[in-house]
């Protein structure tokens, strides 16, 4: 039986939820698949439930890490990666059909995609909702590299087409493409890099993943580093809506960018005090924050084109080219960005 698709699961303090997530792929009714269950120097009982997968199914293969981040255990799966497709899948989700990868795989194939995008269902809960039995027949619909920019300003407020997770691969994209070791954002960092590289796409009208909300998630941490992460992977974003030649892609990224860079800006000078109590911590800061600023002055004047933003908004971007703190002060009071 050879391997059709590797499923890449990194695995760290989810001891909770890791059965929930492995049972609803190994339950696929597509039998010829890879487990990469890597174990991200997990504090609890996740590596004796990986190494119990193992020992009873050799589709599963673990591998025992130090801890060092989502990013690089994924990096680590796909060097080892010999199978045609891939997908992803966080250790905290499941799937939502027990067909999902032989339907999707299949619609790939019988459109020739690289890339096939499906849908997901956010919850709250300690207990993932059941995995669906039934035939699938979702909407189809497949598309060329030119009409891609359309599909995500379709989705343009929407986190979907940033997601790594919600897709299946086809491998030969990650032939020069890995996830930033360093990023808590690391999605949306190689997102670019993956449709650049793909000429084909299948849009999938289907919920395939059940998306677990947690509080204490990596995503719903508002650190320092978070926040600036945040920034520049939408500015590594905002970077190829403009290589894509759509204008209003482009411009509507734009405006995405400058939303999010003052809430995630003013989410770090509300942490300040936080880091004043060593010599080292307020270093931290110092640097994202002066981070922070290089990344607004390499973007703004992209940000200043003519009929791109609001005038309220305009303002509030030359202001914080002076006085970032005012600046941020001041779109509260105006009104112009939701921080």
Request: charged letters at 30%; one cysteine or more.
């Given at each position: 039986m050879t391997p059709k698709l590797s499923v890449i699961i990194p695995v760290y303090n989810v001891e909770k939820y890791l059965k929930i997530a492995v049972d609803s792929v190994l339950r696929q009714s597509l039998k010829e698949i890879k487990v990469y269950l890597v174990d991200d120097g997990s504090p609890d009982g996740c590596a004796k439930i990986c190494d119990?997968?193992?020992a009873k199914d050799p589709r599963v293969i673990v591998i025992h890490r130090k801890n060092g981040g989502l990013a690089d255990a994924r990096n680590i799966a796909l060097n080892l990666l010999d199978t045609p497709y891939v997908a992803f899948l966080d250790s905290d989700d499941s799937l939502s059909e027990e067909r999902a990868f032989e339907y999707i795989l299949d619609q790939m194939k019988a459109t020739d995609a690289d890339m096939a995008l499906f849908g997901y269902?956010?919850?709250v809960g300690e207990d993932a909702p059941p995995i669906g039995t039934e035939t699938l027949s979702p909407r189809t619909y497949a598309f060329d590299k030119e009409k891609l920019p359309d599909w995500l300003l379709e989705n343009i407020s929407s986190s979907h087409p940033l997601i790594a997770w919600d897709k299946i691969y086809r491998s030969e994209?990650?032939?020069s493409a890995r996830f930033e070791p360093d990023s808590l954002v690391e999605d949306s960092r190689i997102m670019p890099s993956l449709y650049s590289a793909a000429n084909r796409f299948v849009r999938i009208e289907g919920q395939m993943v059940?998306?677990?909300?947690?509080?204490?998630?990596q995503s719903n941490v508002r650190s320092v580093k978070l926040c600036c992460?945040?920034?520049l992977s939408t500015l590594t974003v905002c970077r190829f809506a403009k290589e894509t030649g759509n204008a209003e892609y482009a411009n509507e990224t734009a405006i995405r960018w400058a939303n999010d860079f003052f809430l995630d800006y003013a989410d770090i000078i509300?942490?300040?005090a936080a880091y004043q109590d060593t010599p080292e911590r307020k270093a931290h800061f110092t640097l994202a924050e002066s981070s922070m600023r290089a990344y607004f002055k390499s973007f703004y004047p992209?940000?200043?084109?003519k009929g791109r933003l609001s005038r309220r908004k305009q303002l509030c971007c030359r202001v914080f080219r002076i006085w970032p703190h005012a600046a941020v002060a001041l779109a509260r009071r105006l009104n112009a960005f939701d921080c």
């Amino acid at each position: 039986m050879t391997p059709k698709l590797s499923v890449i699961i990194p695995v760290y303090n989810v001891e909770k939820y890791l059965k929930i997530a492995v049972d609803s792929v190994l339950r696929q009714s597509l039998k010829e698949i890879k487990v990469y269950l890597v174990d991200d120097g997990s504090p609890d009982g996740c590596a004796k439930i990986c190494d119990e997968y193992a020992a009873k199914d050799p589709r599963v293969i673990v591998i025992h890490r130090k801890n060092g981040g989502l990013a690089d255990a994924r990096n680590i799966a796909l060097n080892l990666l010999d199978t045609p497709y891939v997908a992803f899948l966080d250790s905290d989700d499941s799937l939502s059909e027990e067909r999902a990868f032989e339907y999707i795989l299949d619609q790939m194939k019988a459109t020739d995609a690289d890339m096939a995008l499906f849908g997901y269902k956010a919850y709250v809960g300690e207990d993932a909702p059941p995995i669906g039995t039934e035939t699938l027949s979702p909407r189809t619909y497949a598309f060329d590299k030119e009409k891609l920019p359309d599909w995500l300003l379709e989705n343009i407020s929407s986190s979907h087409p940033l997601i790594a997770w919600d897709k299946i691969y086809r491998s030969e994209l990650f032939r020069s493409a890995r996830f930033e070791p360093d990023s808590l954002v690391e999605d949306s960092r190689i997102m670019p890099s993956l449709y650049s590289a793909a000429n084909r796409f299948v849009r999938i009208e289907g919920q395939m993943v059940w998306y677990r909300t947690r509080e204490n998630s990596q995503s719903n941490v508002r650190s320092v580093k978070l926040c600036c992460d945040h920034i520049l992977s939408t500015l590594t974003v905002c970077r190829f809506a403009k290589e894509t030649g759509n204008a209003e892609y482009a411009n509507e990224t734009a405006i995405r960018w400058a939303n999010d860079f003052f809430l995630d800006y003013a989410d770090i000078i509300n942490q300040k005090a936080a880091y004043q109590d060593t010599p080292e911590r307020k270093a931290h800061f110092t640097l994202a924050e002066s981070s922070m600023r290089a990344y607004f002055k390499s973007f703004y004047p992209d940000l200043m084109k003519k009929g791109r933003l609001s005038r309220r908004k305009q303002l509030c971007c030359r202001v914080f080219r002076i006085w970032p703190h005012a600046a941020v002060a001041l779109a509260r009071r105006l009104n112009a960005f939701d921080c």
